[in-house]
């Protein structure tokens, strides 16, 4: 009888060390497995809270990487069309970025003309919009999310007519004023010290309307420098705020223009500013 208990306790310890030994296996030769489970839980999160902040921070975009779309303009009878093409000649697709596929940034050489326009598909990787321009030299930026590709908002050379001034050729002065009204509806921008490399909030005070939502933001900001090379595209910093943050990595006279919707009429208000050194 006691010589049959030591066997059955012999062939338990033997089993058990069994089990230990094949779960110590398994678990070196699946070393992320509990770590990958909590691994997706955060991350997720922080994915999800990086997408909400990023729908609302600057989309200044680098324009030192390697863009692998090119887009091409050309206009005539008062449309400008936009041909898409990727890296190996192919058609890009599109994701839709603030309610559209495609925003169409157009601005004249003096800085004083601006349009924000939405091509819509018209063809495989064509777009067309219908927009009247003057006899002048334009900066075309076309403003995309390319799906899998890598993109830079670079200017593009429009020239319509045969008067082709040069950008920079403009005569920017600073804004000493920096409260505008447009048809009526009042917006004053407030900001602190202007200068290089630091988080800059620029605040519109729109007195006592409020913006209805537009592309799925409470405004819009397009900022360029005076020779129309650097393209800065910024959106609110919350839902229900008309404050925007970005930052400037060169000194210089910039323009911008803040973008506001009040009832079915969007109100584009210019500012001219200096960021120093």
């Known amino acids: 009888m006691k010589r049959g208990i030591v066997i059955w306790i012999g062939s338990a310890i033997v ?12 678990a070196n030769m699946n070393p992320k497995i509990e770590k990958n489970a909590n691994h997706t839980t955060t ?16 989309k200044d975009h680098v324009t030192n990487i390697v863009s692998e779309v090119t887009p091409k303009v ?3 009878n008062e449309e400008i069309t936009i041909e898409l093409r990727d890296k190996n000649n192919h058609v890009p697709e599109l994701e ?16 004083k003309e601006y349009h924000h326009l939405h091509p819509e598909k018209k063809g495989e990787g064509v777009y067309q919009t219908q927009v009247s321009l003057k006899d002048n030299s334009y900066k075309v930026f076309i403003d995309i999310q390319p799906k899998g590709l890598q993109y830079a908002v670079k200017p593009i050379e429009l020239h319509v007519g045969e008067a082709h001034p040069k950008h920079g050729d403009n005569n920017l002065v600073t804004d000493t004023d920096f409260t505008k009204t447009i048809n009526g509806q009042t917006v004053e921008l407030t900001t602190q010290s202007l200068e290089v490399n630091k988080k800059i909030a620029f605040n519109f005070d729109v007195k006592d309307a409020k913006p209805d939502p537009y592309l799925g933001a409470l405004g819009h900001v397009v900022i360029l420098d005076e020779e129309g090379e650097k393209y800065i595209h910024v959106h609110p910093v919350a839902d229900d705020k008309t404050v925007f943050e970005t930052s400037f990595d060169k000194p ?26």
Request: hydrophobic share 35%; aromatic share 16%.
């Open 15 to 26: 089993y058990l060390s069994l089990v230990i030994a094949g779960y110590y296996v398994y």
């Open 43 to 58: 991350n997720g999160g922080e994915e999800n809270m990086n997408h909400q902040h990023n729908h609302h921070e600057n």
């Open 74 to 76: 050309s206009y005539d």
């Open 96 to 111: 839709v970025s603030h309610e559209e596929y495609m925003h169409l940034i157009i601005v004249s050489s003096d800085l």
């Open 252 to 277: 210089g006279v910039y323009k911008l223009w803040a973008e506001f919707k009040f009832g079915e009429q969007v109100k584009v208000y210019p500012f001219v500013i200096e960021v120093k050194k």
